[in-house]
């Protein structure tokens, strides 16, 4: 153990050496607190004080080391060059080294000593916020007042001193506590070193108030108005005891508690304010203090009616008082004037102003005001009253600048009210006085526009004419300026003019000058000018410059959007009242403005900050819309649906949107088709087709994807469609096998027999391969209406076609074509029996004529090929037909059967017995 005490002193002895020799500065930072780290670690390796066996031959080491590193500390302190931290850590050591290496019986002087290097030791730990370690030097002070005390007896001398550095000590816990966010605990702290005040002199009394006073400026500083109250309070009690505080800091502690009350907004809090600021006063009389009271009537006034006797007084006091300077008198004004209801007074309040400061200088800053009090209570009669009399009291460059930023701000807000004629008499004010005022010429030319502004809206177009030439002279390529020339050019029906200032409004834009001009931007102004072009009846005007930006100029910027917004509603306008042929010309430049749109919000969405579905939400409705409003322009109206689709790809992906997209996807392909049927150059042909391909296969993955973990009805529906549409696309290139397309609509359950009628009609037209998948789609579309319909009208025309089908000469050419006609023949009858022996609605009798009549002469036809066994088969069948017949029965039955008779007879032998009359 001894070894390691040798040790660690020889360690200390070291870092105490470099830190004492080498010249470390702040750049050194890590290295000291390195140091540091270790001097700490160090020290608690040491035997506490109170056991110092272990030190003996070392004290005398260790107190050189600790009245080293104190120095060290002073120097640092002094010096600015370290962290805080560094400093405390220093201290703190230099204090528990002083202590392993104090003497067996210490003088009073030595705990003195100690004393005092707590108090410093924790004050420096308080400065590097670390207030857990300040709490350990505390500890170490208190053990030394205990000492000291016992050390100084009755003395009263030393009773005072123990005393004073106990308060020091419980200050410096109170101010431990508080970086804590321990507000009870500190202020407890607070309280036991009040019990202690009697026993210390005045200036240790005015130490507390003004830690108290610097506590609660803090907190006020901070926000925490509640909180400060308590310290102030403290302060301010402290100071009175004795006297240790003069008056003038007393009131002042009293008005900062009393505008802390103010900032509490509470409903009683402003009473308690006026009783504080009005002791404030009684303490000293300040300038301060007055305004506070008038501030505190002023709120009690919001808070309950009443006290205008009060602030009327609080006001004239602060005006006379003598102490009183113009300024703040003005600010008393100005806050009287701003609670409602009390305007005249402040008006009225000035006269007294204009008594007591009576220099020019002052008497313009009282005639300023008087004019913005005149105009924001709407007095503009008087206001320019006051102008015209006091023009000679409104000269100084600062108070004609001020006036002329008064004005112009006022005229303004006129002017957003409509108010055009009193908003120009203030801007031509503002105009007599701006040579004095130094705003330069760019407002000028601003000031100039404004007046022009005016003049337009009050139809003076000559006086405009001529503030807008004056405009352009100070600021010809700001594009305000074109555009009120462009404004003007359309309320003069002079369109050409007007095309020709919006031209020169776009080519003099400059993003930077205008935003330091404080007016609209680009999209702005377009925005403005398609207004005035739709009021004025001349959207072309406006249209034309839109396209000039949007597309001749190709422009790419945060305001494409909003000018192809503008121009595609112009398009839009423009087409009312069009020729079908104009109508159709202006749709396809919209197509083009809302690609441009999309590419622009494609470009647009790298950007995750912008929100897009606004633009894109407009821009594929509008899409949509105008599709469906086509009518025969098939050609374009497969290209906004298929637009439509792209834009909704762009928005959050959610059912809604996907549903969408399906639509679109749907309406675009369905077009496409329609318009191959009108096209004839086979290359379009091929391109138009291959694209309607490319819809069917986006609309078919979008509805498998969609269709996992659904059961929505819509989703089959629409893929029953885009297989009709790949069948009738695919049919179209020349695809040969198609059963395939077909057998996946057959596996869905929405599909209805209308579709395959539709599938039907076709592939009927073509090669054998397509009249063969007509068929199959003729029969499941005769299967699908016998499951959910009893319509016999409807299942007899369908039966029509297919027979007509089955028996047309390519289907005929050979057996397997002619038996499978035999077997639709038989199906048929069959069905025929069933539905008579279930007694359901009776099948047509002149379609059952049809079938027996069809039957019949392909039978006839075999006879007369002398093919008398098929001849046999076909009569045959048409017999049973003849027997399902009721009213028409007898008008066949005779011939029929003669003529069936002959053909048994030209069967040959072998077939005597096996063929019989068919039964009746």
């Not at 901070?222 to 009131?251: P, V």
């Not at 002017?415 to 130094?438: D, F, I, K, M, P």
């Not at 305000?480 to 095309?499: D, E, F, P, R």
């Not at 004529?849 to 066994?869: E, R």
């Amino acid at each position: 153990m001894e070894g390691s005490v040798d040790q660690s002193v020889k360690e200390l002895q070291t870092l105490v050496t470099t830190l004492s020799q080498e010249n470390l500065t702040l750049s050194d930072d890590n290295k000291l607190q390195d140091i540091g780290d270790r001097l700490l670690s160090l020290l608690e390796t040491f035997p506490r004080h109170t056991d110092t066996s272990q030190l003996k031959g070392h004290m005398s080491s260790i107190h050189t080391a600790a009245v080293t590193l104190w120095n060290v500390a002073v120097a640092f302190r002094a010096s600015g060059n370290t962290r805080k931290s560094f400093v405390a850590q220093l201290r703190h050591v230099s204090l528990g080294l002083v202590l392993l290496s104090e003497p067996l019986s210490p003088p009073i002087s030595h705990f003195k000593k100690v004393l005092a290097m707590s108090l410093k030791t924790a004050r420096a730990w308080i400065d590097a916020d670390n207030y857990v370690m300040a709490d350990a030097a505390i500890v170490h002070g208190w053990e030394q007042t205990e000492r000291l005390l016992k050390g100084v007896g009755g003395d009263p001398e030393g009773f005072a001193i123990v005393s004073a550095s106990k308060v020091r000590l419980l200050a410096c816990k109170s101010e431990a506590w508080l970086g804590l966010s321990e507000q009870e605990r500190a202020l407890d702290c607070i309280g036991q070193a009040k019990q202690l005040l009697p026993h210390v002199s005045q200036s240790e009394r005015a130490w507390v108030a003004v830690l108290c006073y610097n506590l609660g400026l803090d907190l006020y500083h901070q926000g925490a108005a509640t909180q400060c109250l308590n310290w102030l309070k403290e302060s301010y009690e402290i100071g009175r005891q004795g006297n240790c505080i003069e008056a003038t800091k007393q009131a002042k502690t009293l008005r900062l508690i009393t505008i802390a009350y103010l900032e509490a907004d509470t409903a009683g809090e402003w009473i308690k304010a006026l009783n504080t600021v009005e002791l404030s006063l009684t303490e000293h009389l300040h300038p301060t203090g007055l305004f506070l009271k008038l501030r505190v009537l002023l709120k009690g006034r919001e808070v309950s009616s009443g006290q205008e006797v009060q602030i009327r007084s609080s006001l004239l006091d602060l005006i006379r008082c003598p102490d009183s300077e113009i300024d703040l008198c003005l600010s008393g004004v100005k806050i009287t004037a701003d609670t409602p209801g009390l305007s005249e007074l402040a008006l009225n309040s000035l006269s007294a102003i204009k008594e007591r400061h009576n220099s020019p200088h002052d008497t313009s800053k009282c005639v300023l005001l008087q004019l913005e009090l005149l105009l924001k209570s709407d007095r503009i009669d008087e206001s320019l009253q006051l102008l015209t009399g006091t023009a000679d009291q409104l000269v100084e460059s600062d108070v004609c600048k001020q006036t002329v930023m008064v004005l112009w701000e006022h005229a303004t807000r006129l002017v957003e009210t409509g108010r055009h004629h009193q908003a120009l008499l203030l801007y031509e004010h503002c105009l007599n006085r701006y040579s004095g005022c130094g705003l330069g010429e760019s407002n000028l030319a601003k000031l100039h526009r404004n007046v022009a502004s005016c003049l337009l809206e009050l139809s003076r177009f000559e006086e405009a004419q001529s503030a807008l030439r004056s405009a352009v002279r100070y600021g010809s390529v700001n594009p305000y300026t074109h555009y009120i020339g462009y404004k003007l050019a359309l309320l003069q029906n002079n369109s050409s003019l007007a095309g020709e200032h919006l031209s020169n409004m776009i080519s003099s834009y400059d993003s930077n000058s205008v935003k330091s001009a404080g007016e609209v931007s680009i999209e702005g102004l377009l925005s403005l000018s398609v207004q005035v072009a739709f009021e004025t009846g001349n959207k072309l005007v406006a249209c034309s410059a839109l396209e000039e930006l949007v597309l001749s100029r190709g422009q790419v910027s945060s305001s494409t959007l909003s000018s192809l917004r503008c121009l595609v509603r112009l398009k839009l306008t423009l087409m009312e009242g069009m020729s079908e042929e104009d109508t159709a010309d202006m749709r396809r430049q919209v197509v083009k403005l809302i690609s441009t749109a999309y590419n622009q919000l494609i470009k647009s969405k790298s950007n995750e900050d912008t929100d897009l579905s606004p633009e894109v939400g407009w821009f594929s409705k509008v899409a949509w819309n105008l599709a469906l409003q086509s009518q025969t322009d098939y050609s374009t109206m497969k290209d906004l649906f298929s637009l439509s689709m792209r834009l909704n790809k762009l928005s959050i992906l959610d059912p809604s949107s996907q549903s969408r997209q399906r639509s679109c996807l749907i309406g675009a392909s369905a077009a496409g088709l329609k318009y191959l049927k009108g096209v004839l150059d086979e290359r379009e042909v091929k391109s138009v087709t291959e694209e309607v391909l490319s819809f069917v296969e986006q609309g078919k993955q979008l509805c498998t994807a969609d269709r996992y973990g659904q059961t929505d009805r819509s989703l089959e529906s629409s893929l029953v469609f885009f297989h009709l549409f790949e069948i009738e696309t695919k049919h179209k290139l020349g695809y040969q096998n198609l059963n395939s397309c077909l057998e996946e609509i057959a596996l869905l359950p929405t599909a209805d027999s209308k579709i395959f009628e539709a599938i039907a009609s076709i592939t009927c037209e073509g090669s054998l391969p397509s009249k063969r998948l007509a068929v199959k789609s003729l029969q499941l579309a005769i299967e699908r209406h016998n499951s959910s319909n009893t319509d016999t009208n409807k299942l007899a025309q369908l039966q029509h076609s297919l027979i007509t089908l089955l028996l047309s000469n390519d289907m005929l050419v050979d057996s397997a074509g002619r038996e499978n006609a035999f077997k639709t023949f038989k199906f048929i009858l069959s069905n025929l029996d069933t539905r008579e022996a279930n007694g359901m609605q009776k099948y047509p009798e002149i379609d059952t004529v049809w079938l027996m009549t069809k039957a019949w002469n392909l039978g006839i036809i075999q006879f007369s090929k002398q093919l008398f066994v098929e001849a046999e088969r076909w009569c045959g069948l048409s017999l049973k037909f003849l027997y399902q017949l009721r009213e028409m029965k007898s008008c066949y039955e005779t011939q029929m059967t003669n003529v069936y008779s002959e053909i048994l007879t030209k069967l040959p032998d072998s077939c005597d017995g096996m063929l019989q009359q068919p039964d009746h």
